[in-house]
């Protein structure tokens, strides 16, 4: 097990324990391995708790400093979006590169396959631009083809967008994406509820859409 997956192993359910229960998370912390377990949580949420991996929070509190559109968000947090909350498991923590303030906006979700034919592309541009010209804002997922499509539209025509990724948002895991990300953040957000350094994988994108839905009033 990697360390810094820590909130991926600990479950929305124990999040929920540590709000409903305990003053803080320092408090929920300073539980026993048995009372850890006893409340339902799993032996690798349990090593992370008590065996933190200090260097990642350091690469966390690092990330942080580096700009002043860099912001973690927990589920308590007042930026944290209201409609997201209404997921039967919402991320306990949001990664945001780019205004926060994005989140709570009404949102529209283009997404579509990743090898689409012009045509396709073209009718995700034009959705785009006119669902964007009502006020709402455009959400994808920064995939190739209809994705990329939507978030260039918005981006296009000045209007802001938000992406929603299925790795970490640490630069390493954008490759060809970090220009388009730069953009992005400077007129929404790109954001990731996954731990900083963790790559993409096959299992991280259902989870990546659930956000993108429930941001979304349709899609």
Known sequence: MQKHNFHCVFGFKQWQDCWTHFKSPTDFCALSAGELQHRGCPSSAIEAIQKPD??????????????RDHHLLTYNDSRYPPILKELPQPPPLLYVWGDPGYLAQPQFAIVGTRRPTLNAKRLAYYFAQQISQVGLVITSGLALGIDSAAHQSALANAAPTIAVLGSGIHPQNLHAKIDICEKISQIGAVISEFPL????????FPRRNRIISGLSLGV
């Open 54 to 67: 200090f260097e990642y929070i350091k690469q966390i509190l690092k990330w942080l400093q580096e700009r």
């Open 197 to 204: 350094l963790l790559p993409p994988r096959p299992p991280h």
